[in-house]
């Protein structure tokens, strides 16, 4: 006859004995199953661990006689006929793993002999970890976790009185003389001194400055004579009193060479562009020419001068593309 058993375990991970006591008019026994959901099903635990089965004959009298067993957890996995359940190897352990809710485990279990009318089928399972593997898992490493954050504490422990000792040296090393004078070293170097040598150069340039504004080298004598006059009022000076054959006539100069004067000429002011030419137009030695350039610049004002210029010893030439010379 099929009969049906339950009870709830306990959820502690200690091993635990669960007894299933059979109705007295089960005189027959062929198959266990062990149905881990059975009526608690929101309860259930996903993964347990079996470590033993027995089957006892027990009388009136509560005397047992082993009828049938499997002692070990190895002999419960070989034996067992699994449905919805896994015999796995977890980071916690091997153990039975349930993956549907309609799950069990059946054994083929026959008593070595049958029940006499005075007794009754006793199941008694061993087991742990009524648990889920998620949990256990959890567990695990919540463990390491701890673990971890204890030594990290440590170590910060540590690290806040090596700080705590440095800050003391530190407060001794500020207190005494040796701190005390080097740190007026350092304001007078990095405040003082500074400050100071700004002021002592300022006034050598002012010195220096003036003395040469003042004293100025003559351009007539050996060197070792001053003169107070400006250096525009020098050359002035220099021009006038210069002796008479200081330059050689144009027709003294041997070969008559012709100098050239070479000028590009792309976007000049024309003022300064006018000053250079008239600079070149008061040359006393006429053996030269001046070649003039336009890098087609566009300045209609330039090109206008240049139409000007009617002395023969100018060429100019007009450039169509700009040649950034």
Known sequence: MDRMVSTRAD???VLQTLSLELPSEAKLLQFIRLDPCGSFRKEAASFFRL???RIYGETQSQQREKLWSLESEEDVFKAANMVGIRYTDQEFGRGFSVIDYDAWLEFYAIPFRRLT?????IIEVDFRYPRTDEYLLARDRYLVATEIFQDRLAEMETTAAALAEKKKELAILKN???????????GFLYGQLPTFVRKVRSRMFAVVKGATEKKALS???TGDEFSTETSEQNYVTWLTERPDNYWLSPTQVAGHPTISIIVPVYKVPVKIFKETIDSVLSQTYPGWELCIADDASGDHEIVAYLKTLSDPRIKVTYRTENGNI
């Open 11 to 13: 959820t502690s991970n």
């Open 51 to 53: 470590s033993s089965l």
């Open 117 to 121: 009318n005075d007794e009754r089928f």
């Open 176 to 186: 005494s003389r040796v701190w005390k004078n080097a740190k007026r070293i350092h």
């Open 219 to 221: 351009p007539f004598g």
